[in-house]
């Protein structure tokens, strides 16, 4: 019989310590922190789930690659190496190097995007949103219904409604659509995959209407894996494979390389078109650097030319996902509220359905992610009311998984510890701001115990 247990496809040759803190000094910390982890020394937290970018574990490949760094302002070695890495997945002709993801975004939206024009995308990343809407253009979100509803499971959450998409032309005209964008997988709808026939789909309206057609990447292979283990006739493909066919659909990328390119730092943005790649070089060379570095040191397109390519191996893949939905299983098979299915980079527990006596003005997501701190040192985060104001449709609690960092047990221990608060949870109190910011509170903002518990 072949053996079942997937196990982490790796040995551990460096270790970071973690530091422990008792009950007493993490209830001190929190009210230093005024309820948002956000303001946490990081060395106060014992498994850190807050972000899967940039928080990754680099392998002896990488950092061996590190040292062929080639510095030079102009026309460097590691940018060729960089740039037919990316070529050899993507097969896009111009490949651009750029700090991190978002860069990108603001050079493809301020060179193709203007006032007036509409982007449809499955659903933008918040970054993504932003830098439509900094030229004046309209973002807007066509996720299919069932990417709509926490509990419900469908195998590709994070399909276009490929529908709303061909009414949304009509309405507004092709003229007013620079692009359209499919985030893989969708981070916004909880880590949901898109399939291969969505995108064949997406593609054929695109092409239909002369549109072009853009991957917001930064989690394509794990988009991947999940169309060979859920799409019919997938199955006996590679990663690589799928993703060079699911690129050959399109037009371009942007890519935060914090994601599935494995580095702690940097990012691309791909185009056919000559005329646009020519536009955003030169806008690059105003704002990030030189087109053969972009912002980045050789070492880190070193970096990311190797792990791009890891984040294809099927080993890997198949302990990432399997880590991903061993979390997801364990806690919602003891009742608690997730987004169904667990999604590839992070679960997210549905916090107004685990603390129903807490109403959404009082943070039901900022208030359990405090309690899963408090309990087990973890760090999480809250999507929901703090972040997106009153317009927010969940409060969600992220726990995203940095890649390739911590163990097995370490997932048991987080399992444990959002059972012990599941048990718990009727003696969670909501908060009230103290503090907040003008835009983007949820980093700054700062909380308050609510004085008494509301009744249920
Ligand atoms: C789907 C998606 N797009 C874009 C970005 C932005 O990338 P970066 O943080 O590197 O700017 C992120 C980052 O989390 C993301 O998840």
Redesign the pocket.
Known sequence: MPVKTIIEPFRIKSVEPIRWTTRPERAELLRAAYYNLFLLPAEDVLIDLL?D??TGAMSTRQWAAIMEGDESYAGSRSFDRFRSSIQDIVGYKHVIPTH????A?RILFGVACKKGDVVPNNTH?D??RANVEFVGAEAVDLVIPEGRQPSLKHPFKGNMDVEALENLIEKVGCDRIPLVML?VT???GGGQPVSMENVRQVSSVCRKHGLPLYF?A??FAENAYFIKLREPGYEAKTPKQIAQEMFGYGDGC?M????DGMANIG?FLCANDDKLAQQEKDLLILTEGYPTYGGLAGRDLEAIAVGIQEALHEDYLRYRIASTAYLGNHIAEQGVPIVQPPGGHAVYIDARAFLPHIPSEQFPGVALAAELYLEGGIRSVEIGTLMFGAAAKMDLVRLAIPRRVYTQSHVDYVVEVILEVWKNRDRIQGLKLSHEAPFLRHFTARLEPVEQVLSR
Do not use: H, I, L, V
Not at 256 to 259: D, E, F, L, P, V
């Open positions: 972000t970018s940039g991190q993801g978002r860069a975004e990343f970054t993504t985030t969708n981070n916004s917001d930064c989690r942007t935060s390389a914090k994601k990012g």
